[in-house]
């Protein structure tokens, strides 16, 4: 019984540590991400904002997609329950993709995301 006892807290043990690995390993990813960006997120606010008239940033984030480093704004416009995603280059500043998220689209996403987190 010790013996069990004794594995279960060194996996308790293991467990907890590798989560903590992987939070920081994230910072540190942000940390790496942020200083490849050339353009700032209110440089690129501002252009993403200029493609969508009236919109207002619901969120936004610095990530990869498809191997660019972009940031990424979630904007609503006043009279829609869509969301326009635009994606700004974060080293040139150009705008890279526009999509329309229609409220299914946005909780596919939303799901995904916290299944991608646990």
Known sequence: ???ITVLSI???ICVAASTTSVFAAKKETQAQLQSEAKVTEAAAQKTA???????KVKSSELEKEHGK?????DI???GSKNITEVQVDAKTGK??????E???DQA???AADKKEKK
């Not at 480093?69 to 704004?73: A, E, G």
């Not at 705008?95 to 329309?100: D, N, T």
């Open 108 to 110: 596919k996403e939303s």
């Open 95 to 100: 705008i890279v993709a526009v999509e329309i």
């Open 69 to 73: 480093l972009v940031w990424s704004f």
């Open 49 to 55: 904002l200029a493609k969508v008239p009236n919109g």
């Open 1 to 3: 019984m010790k013996t």
């Open 10 to 12: 060194a996996a308790a």
């Open 102 to 104: 229609t409220p299914k």
């Open 76 to 78: 609503s416009t006043p």
